[in-house]
């Protein structure tokens, strides 16, 4: 199954360290971030990678020609939202099932595997945190999503979106009809929620773990946290 990566971000709350680099590519531990999610997504069985690209995209196919990484760089000439970088991978999916992920987070190998589901859902991985009113929380019931609700002021649940989703090629159709948002994107999540609406989209839960590269602070806690547990 092919997975389209998402890595065309400025990184704004990255700065000033992607005043030089792409987000993905900053060092943790002497390797950039994306060399982990690429080798996490081998080791799970993954080879058909497309990344959509954008800023600073030369310094991304520098990286992939130094570590020996194949995989397509899709161009996302203008930053029109996690909808329309999707879109951009229209071709590169070709008609097939496939795999979305946020270049800037990692999953465990066990749960890249588990989301490969060869069936006519949609799928959304979602992980129970403590603070869920900081991240879009997923509405579920036996299974299947029924919205998302984005930070909410009030309480919805413990279970949040982690990034990760698995779709069918109609995705491409839903996102061509959503409505952009009030500033001016087409936001994948939309698109989530009409799928979820007839009943498309379920939720699989993470079992190892997600850690996402949001901002500088957690630059510490990745080190340590692959210090202690990365295995090639």
């Known amino acids: 199954m092919k997975v ?3 890595a065309a971000g400025k990184g704004i709350r990255m700065l000033p360290l992607t005043e030089k680099v792409p987000k ?5 531990n002497e390797k950039p971030f994306l060399y982990y999610v ?3 997504l081998q080791k799970a069985g993954y080879t058909d990678f497309g990344i959509v690209v954008g800023y600073k995209k030369e310094q991304i196919e520098t990286f992939l020609d130094k570590y020996n990484f194949k995989a397509e760089l899709i161009e996302q000439k203008e930053q029109l939202g996690t909808g329309h970088a999707v879109l951009c991978a229209e071709s590169f999916v070709n008609g097939e099932d496939f795999i979305v992920i946020g270049g800037d987070n990692l999953w465990g190998v066990e749960d890249l ?3 490969m589901k060869e069936d006519n859902y949609n799928y959304i991985s979602g992980m129970e945190v403590e603070s869920p009113q900081h991240y879009g929380v997923l509405i579920e019931d036996n299974g299947f999503l029924k919205g998302i609700k984005e930070k909410p002021k009030e309480f919805h649940g413990f279970l949040i979106n982690t990034g990760k989703y698995k779709f069918k090629p109609e995705i491409f159709s839903v996102l061509k009809s959503v409505c952009t948002s009030p500033r001016g994107e087409i936001e994948l999540t939309c698109a989530i929620d009409v ?3 007839t009943n498309q989209m379920k939720v699989i839960k993470i079992k190892s773990f997600w850690k996402d590269l949001g901002g500088i602070n ?3 806690l990745l080190t340590y946290f692959l210090k202690e547990t990365w295995r090639e």
Do not use: F, M, P, Q
């Open 38 to 40: 690429l080798r996490n």
């Open 4 to 6: 389209v990566i998402l």
């Open 113 to 115: 595997k588990a989301i």
């Open 195 to 197: 799928l979820a609406k």
């Open 218 to 220: 957690d630059i510490e």
């Open 24 to 28: 993905v590519l900053v060092e943790i």
